[in-house]
């Protein structure tokens, strides 16, 4: 893939994810001195392309998988991603140099309470799973030997084994409430997630001090939190 032309005089894009990641962006984005514009916190404001307080840098709010797609084809310089959408795409193009500690969670197997008192994994040959993850699921299990046919879904994972898609799922287990209200136990864990600060490493040779520049001030932010 190669990545858009990045002037140097083109402003400066961020791309923020969309959700309860943001929540928690919003205190560091005020650490580094970077507050959208009013438009921004607006429910009724359909509008995806937000001017900042600073000249030449602007905030476009997409969905946290495509937060990677963009800055990996340089349509955007710098974002924030979890480490889950990361390893999904493993995009060559992406740098991630800094952990936010943001939105911790992770990323783990689950199948219906009844089914886990008498499942044992070992056993596993070829398994059927739903998940937002078909990568990391095929790669996960290819490990150890086990065959994952994955059905794609885009959200509401945990409906799948009650409606006979599949038994299993791969998915975000935060608090475990989702599962627990649709009768899953989680049974694997995969990966531990949080949100990084990811930057577009074209981007990254064109603009070294501007985009160094701001991961040096994400870090501090972090760093004093
Ligand atoms: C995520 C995830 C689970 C849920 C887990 O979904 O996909 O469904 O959160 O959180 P819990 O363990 O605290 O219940 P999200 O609400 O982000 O929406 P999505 O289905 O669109 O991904």
Redesign the pocket.
Known sequence: MSASPLRTNEPLVIAVPK??ILDELRPLMRGVGLEPEPAFDDPRHRGLRFATNLPNVEIIRVRSFDVATFVAFGAAHLGVAGNDVLMEFDYPEIYAPLDLRIGP?RLAVAEPIDLSETDDPARWSHIRIAT?YPEITRRHFAARGVQAECIKL?????LAPSLGLCRRIV?????????QANGLREIEHIAHVTSRLIVNRAALKTRPEELGGWVSAFREVVDAA
């Open positions: 959700g309860r969670c937002k885009n959200g509401a994972m945990e998915d975000l287990v935060s608090s475990g409430s989702t599962l």
